[in-house]
């Protein structure tokens, strides 16, 4: 049965879709099962992947309003390792509609439930709020990896999110847990950048990955071409840095069928 792992931070702009992106194709270079949930009404993590949301016809909006099975939403990717369940802009409804919805915390879920066992990892990617859709990503998944930027403003706003999930764990998902903490958009020159990732490992010490995402052009260049780091620049920093962040994330699970990631060709 595949790992659920939510990917969510309320706050913007802290590298929520391109973890999503990196690390679902990273998971897929190295031979894992990968579905990728685009749970997010902007869909960047859709057309990150060269997918034009407004050609996405049938996708997450279908199936959390309950029309459509995710089985039959779901689109590959040129990885064969790796797919995607696509969202447009019809998502921002689904929280005004979810509200009517028995068991609304839950559809998402029931969804996932069907396919779970199709893969290794499923991946959700989260708009950065706390309504029904991030909520319904929070009641599937095992556990939540919570990027968190290496600028002033980092920790504003993380006891709101981390009290959230202790309340979905409380009431919805008891299994929910924290996969981790990851520092994105690190420069080593910035003395602020170097005082929040101390600041974080202290406070939150083993809940931290090991792994600091680096800010990188290549990163940043990726998503105009419609592609992953690792497809754009395989020998970029920042391919470098998801990769190992995937190694992380398999050793953290128990799986190790890689052990050199590095050695990774695309």
Do not use: W
């Amino acid at each position: 049965m595949g790992k659920i792992i939510s990917i969510v931070n309320q706050k913007g702009g802290v590298g929520k879709t391109t973890t999503a992106i990196n690390l679902s194709y990273s998971l897929a270079v190295l031979e894992y099962k990968v579905l990728l949930v685009d749970a997010d009404p902007q869909a960047n993590t859709t057309s990150g992947y060269n997918i034009d949301p407004n050609n996405v016809k049938v996708g997450t909006y279908e199936c959390l309003i309950q029309e459509a099975n995710a089985e039959d939403v779901i689109l590959k990717t040129n990885n064969k390792f790796l797919d995607i369940l696509p969202a447009n802009i019809d998502l921002v409804g689904a929280e005004l509609e979810l509200i009517q919805v028995r068991d609304r915390e839950m559809v998402l879920t029931k969804q996932l439930q069907r396919i779970q066992d199709n893969y290794d990892f499923i991946l959700i990617d989260c708009s950065p709020s706390l309504g029904l859709i991030t909520t319904n990503a929070l009641a599937a998944a095992n556990s939540v990896i919570i990027p968190v930027q290496c600028e002033y403003f980092a920790l504003e706003g993380l006891g709101k999110l981390l009290n959230t999930i202790k309340i979905v764990q409380k009431s919805i998902n008891p299994k929910l847990s924290i996969e981790g903490l990851l520092l994105t958009m690190f420069d080593s020159r910035l003395r602020l950048c170097n005082q929040v990732v101390e600041d974080v490992r202290i406070h939150f010490q083993d809940l931290v990955f090991d792994t600091i995402i680096n800010r990188n052009t290549k990163i940043s260049e990726a998503p105009s071409f419609g592609l992953p780091v690792l497809e754009h620049d395989v020998s970029s920093r920042g391919s470098h840095d998801y990769l190992e962040l995937a190694r992380e994330v398999l050793q953290k699970n128990g799986k190790t069928r890689i052990e050199e990631p590095q050695s990774i060709t695309v």
